[in-house]
């Protein structure tokens, strides 16, 4: 495995996953809002519901970075990994790509964003604050979504499809 291919795939698809989430947030908390556990959306003032539209707007820049960071990997998967056609050897190579995808969404995402504007996200989408404090974003979302979610279905998922991309790829004599 071509290890510094890896560490910049990875690097690459962290930052396409996380950057239009990103800027998605910035331009309309609620977007990102109505995928947290309920207990982030209570506010004062009764939970406001995000529209249909709002949800099918994040959904479709949601998907477009997927498909980025899954043919990207897919790509250099192919390109560097010395003509292997071993099928594990390219999904441990997709869920590596997705385990670097997941520590960049709580690094940049869970801590680092919501650590920043915390303040900006509970005023615009008028939720409690203390529900927002890092203890509680951390044991309340980032342990079951990235230490369990991440680890067993979507980084599985992830190598699964880089690796039959890869191979396709590898098997048209790419």
Not at 69 to 97: K, M, Q, S
Not at 114 to 136: D, F, H, I, Q
Request: with cysteine; aromatic share 16%.
């Amino acid at each position: 495995m071509n290890v510094p291919s890896l560490i910049i795939t990875g690097l690459a698809a962290a930052f396409l996953f996380n950057y239009p989430a990103f800027l998605l947030f910035w331009h309309n908390p609620r977007y990102m809002l109505f995928q947290m556990p309920v207990f982030f959306r209570q506010g004062p003032d009764g939970q406001q519901e995000t529209s249909k539209e709002d949800i099918s707007r994040f959904r479709i820049f949601f998907y477009i970075a997927v498909i980025f960071v899954l043919l990207g990997a897919a790509v250099v998967c192919a390109a560097t990994h010395d003509r292997t056609t071993n099928f594990w050897a390219l999904f441990l190579y997709g869920y590596l790509v997705g385990m670097l995808v997941n520590i960049g969404d709580v690094l940049a995402l869970d801590i680092w964003m919501l650590g920043k504007y915390r303040k900006y996200l509970t005023a615009s989408c008028n939720v409690y604050p203390e529900n927002w404090s890092l203890k509680n974003v951390l044991k309340k979302h980032t342990l079951p979504e990235h230490a369990l979610q991440w680890t067993f279905i979507v980084c599985p998922v992830i190598g699964f499809v880089v690796a039959g991309l890869a191979s396709g790829l590898l098997a048209l004599g790419m």
